[in-house]
């Protein structure tokens, strides 16, 4: 599941309130990151990824994997003349990786150590 564009940091508290439907009971949003229109959260328990699709967006898809399911992650950090950062996450039973792109301005070593946090345990 690739998306396109960059990600930015938003406010975890403020990811938490838009999407407390989904969250379980005493889940909490350890960080956030909007990708043009989609949603990446980082809670204590899970990655949630919110793909909205088609034209309007009204269309959403809620993607859950739980840390357990992560097998590895890898990160690529920006260069010269690649400004991005990227992301890769490989989930069980799956080969194809979950691929991220994050602008200059994301710390890809905070959003490494935070899944080192959650997938090491």
Known sequence: MA??????P???AAAAQEYARLLGQGEQV???YLLIRDTILFTDRRLLLVDKQGITGKKVEYHSIPYKSITHFAV???GTFDLDAELKIWV???S???QKTFTKGVDIYEVQAILTQFVAR
Do not use: K, R, Y
Not at 3 to 8: E, Q, S, T, V
């Open 76 to 78: 690529e950090t920006a």
């Open 30 to 32: 350890f960080a956030a």
């Open 3 to 8: 998306l396109f564009g960059n990600a930015h």
């Open 96 to 98: 194809v990786p979950v």
């Open 10 to 12: 938003i406010d975890p």
């Open 92 to 94: 069980s039973g799956n």
